[in-house]
């Protein structure tokens, strides 16, 4: 039972021998003095399975007189039947001219030592010329690289489209200034309220009544510019064109409007009117001072307090006036936007510029 159980862990250790691989290589079999080389170190086993590498530090020596150069790193593909393969990258250089013989590296696999093939690298100096000790060869001087057209013509165009661009930029401005704006005044102006003026128109008649006119007895004209007056003030206080329309008509509009008994002492002004200009009545001096302050009291108890004492008056705009305005604003944007897009396009180029020649 013991030989049974002998022999089968010896077919396992040997069928699980046979299944891990180790493999090293390296890229150059020689290089100058100081040159590096690469060196890898593989190992193909089962998913699962512990592998070690040996462990080097930068500046370590392999072997003497060869270096690893920086810290070895390690990565994975998979080698295809059920296998991964696990390399190991090293980065050689040397010092010293001569013909190194690498050993053999050793990978352990779940604690089982495997070692790989032995490798050589020879490292070879550079040539001295002993004859002439003294002739030294300075350092030759830059090259220029020749000038391609197919580099540079991109930038070119461009730069051409930006001066274009720009210019019709200060062609714009120019069309701009030259073209004064249009200014739109608003005008101030002070407003008489409408009973102001009829009192003042009537007050100008109670000054002038005893002048020779009304010594003839010419009330005509009096009762004439005494019922303009009135006629004014309702137009401007009520509303309807008063200028327009008959005694009666007026009569008949006011009765809307105001107080009954006003109304009638206003009807019998206006009739007394009608009989001086139309009928040849005379009236008596008292008549004609009642009728006066008749529409004197009219106006005070119709008019409107508190009404503003300027008037705005705001510009018509035409319409082209409106046109010029919407080109002159249209021009604007299209100045600023052209500008903004001229001075990225401009910061492109340099860019682009400074990258090729850097």
Known sequence: MFAVLLLQTTLFAATASAQVSVDSEIDSVQILVGEQTAMRVSVSVKPGQKVAFSQWQPQQMIVPGLEVVEMPRVDTTDAGNGFIKLTQHLTLTSFDDTLYLIPPQKVKVDGREYESKSLALKVLTIDVDTLHPNQFFGPKDVQDNPFLWSEWSKL???????????VLCWLAWLRLKSNKPLQFKVKIVKRIPPHQKALNEIEK??????????????????????????????????????MEMTSAEIIERLKQEEDQSKIQELTMLFETADLVKFAKYTAGMSENDRNLVNAVD?????????????ERIEPTITEKQRQTLRM???????????????TALLAYVLYCLWDMMA
């Open 156 to 166: 070119f165009w461009l730069a051409v489209l930006v001066a274009v661009l720009y």
């Open 205 to 242: 008649l109670r000054s002038e009544k005893d002048t020779l006119a009304m010594q003839t007895s010419d009330y005509k004209a009096y009762y004439t510019q005494l019922t303009d007056t009135l006629r004014k003030y309702m137009q401007e206080r009520f509303g309807f064109n008063a």
């Open 298 to 310: 009219f106006i005070n108890t119709t008019k409107q307090d508190n009404l503003p004492t300027e």
């Open 328 to 342: 002159r604003l249209s021009l604007k944007w299209t100045i600023v936007v052209l500008t903004i897009a001229t």
